[in-house]
Nanobody
Framework: QVQLAESGGGLVQAGGSLRLSCAAS????????MGWFRQAPGKEREFVAA????????DYADSVKGRFTISRDNAKKTVYLQMNSLKPEDTAVYYC?????????????????WGQGTQVTVSS
């Protein structure tokens, strides 16, 4: 069992930066692939970024490549999402999720555990 809690969201102007954190509980955190997803009002939940259990592999949505960076600290049981050059279209609730599979997946329903989400609002 893994429990996840996101933090770090807020209101930022376009072009600004935010760093999201996702703190996990559970002894097996280090074995999980971790992902970040987001959901804007009236839209489906979409993939943002994911990182393998070792941190050696990452994947990003095309819309955030070059602007967002996912990382993890297994000793602290925390995964991060550094978001730079934010745009109004990045406004959404951001969720972290955990997947027991070794191979990174971008599909939300393949992730077994989810946090409650943190709101990110980017003003123009």
């Amino acid at each position: 069992q893994v429990q996840l809690a996101e933090s770090g969201g807020g209101l930022v102007q376009a072009g600004g930066s935010l760093r999201l954190s996702c703190a996990a509980s559970g002894r097996t955190f280090r074995f999980y692939t971790m992902g970040w997803f987001r959901q804007a009002p009236g839209k489906e939940r979409e993939f943002v970024a994911a990182i393998s259990w070792s941190g050696g592999s990452t994947d990003y949505a095309d819309s955030v490549k070059g602007r967002f960076t996912i990382s993890r600290d297994n000793a602290k049981k925390t995964v991060y999402l550094q978001m730079n050059s934010l745009k109004p279209e990045d406004t959404a609730v951001y969720y972290c999720a955990a997947d027991r599979e070794v191979v990174i997946t971008t599909t939300p329903y393949e992730y077994e555990y989810w946090g409650q989400g943190t709101q990110v609002t980017v003003s123009s």
